[in-house]
Structure formats: structure tokens, C-alpha cells
């Protein structure tokens, strides 16, 4: 099975849908930045765009709470495809998709008081940090010595 982990941001509102049977879906498109050298030694940087699709209860919870630029963490199997353009006829396309089945809000909502990312199932834990009573990050306000590691 080829399974990804990326984070990205959306590139537009997501689209709610339901299935024959009537089971909700939610699909966005996500843009990856990556940043690489060129042959030249240059910085380059490069935006790949995948589909991620959700089914299930969390695909209406998502589709409450994710809008245009959200970042988002999503993890699932790659589905690699290739179809003939249509604004270039003749010019194969290639397409990612990911049916994920983990997907985490990395940013605030417009629901949400911006000071906690909201993982994307209920019941599930916040994996993105949490915050402090006084608004600061918890990995930030935790003093940590880079010299006291247990390996």
C-alpha cells in the first residue's frame, strides 16, 4: 500500500457530497509547497496539488470547519492517475489523490477562538498542540534543555 503524510493548505472551500447510499463525502484540493535546489544551486519552490477525499462522519465534520487556506495534516493511501488535458488536448495530466483516513486542522477556524488546532474526528487527541489557560503554546512554554535527552 503507498501511504502519505503531508501537510498543505486548501486551495479552495471543500465540496460536501453524498453517495448513492447516501453517505456524506468531503473533497478539497490541497496545495503542497516544497522548496529544492535547481541545477543552477538556486532555491526553487514548487506547489504540487492533491485531491484528498473523506467519507464518513468526519467528512461533515470537516466540511464544517475547513475553508479556503486552512493548513491542514493529512495522511492516507496515494492513488497516482493520468487523464488527456482539456484546456491542451493531446498533454497528459497527471493527478494525486488521497482518500484519507486521518485529516487534522492545523489552523484556527472561524468557529474556533484561534488558539487550538482542532483534530478532525470527535473524541480524538489534539495531536496539533494545545495551549495554555494564558493563550501561549504549549511547546513553546515548556523550558526545555536540548542537552537532556533520554537517548
Known amino acids: ?3 502519505v503524510t503531508f501537510t498543505g493548505n486548501l486551495g ?3 465540496e460536501q457530497r453524498y ?3 447516501g453517505q456524506p463525502m468531503v473533497q478539497f484540493r490541497t496545495a503542497v509547497n516544497t522548496r529544492r535546489r535547481n541545477p543552477a544551486g538556486e532555491f526553487e519552490d514548487r506547489t504540487d496539488w492533491v485531491r484528498v477525499r ?3 462522519p468526519r467528512a461533515t465534520y470537516l466540511a464544517d ?3 479556503k487556506g486552512s493548513k491542514v495534516l493529512v495522511t492516507g493511501p496515494l492513488e497516482v492517475s493520468e487523464y488527456e488535458s482539456r484546456q491542451k488536448p493531446g498533454q497528459m495530466v497527471t493527478a494525486f489523490d488521497v482518500f484519507a483516513d486521518d485529516v487534522e486542522l492545523l489552523s484556527p477556524t472561524p468557529k474556533d477562538d ?3 488546532p482542532v483534530a478532525a474526528a470527535a473524541g480524538r ?3 496539533g498542540g494545545t495551549s495554555m489557560a494564558d493563550g501561549s503554546d504549549t511547546a513553546t512554554s515548556i ?3 536540548p542537552t537532556d535527552m533520554p537517548f
Do not use: S
Open 1 to 3: 500500500m503507498f501511504r
Open 19 to 21: 453517495t448513492e447510499k
Open 65 to 67: 470547519r475547513l475553508v
Open 125 to 127: 487527541p489534539n495531536r
Open 143 to 145: 523550558d526545555h534543555d
Open 12 to 14: 479552495a472551500d471543500p
Open 114 to 116: 484561534g488558539a487550538t
Open 54 to 56: 473523506v467519507m464518513g
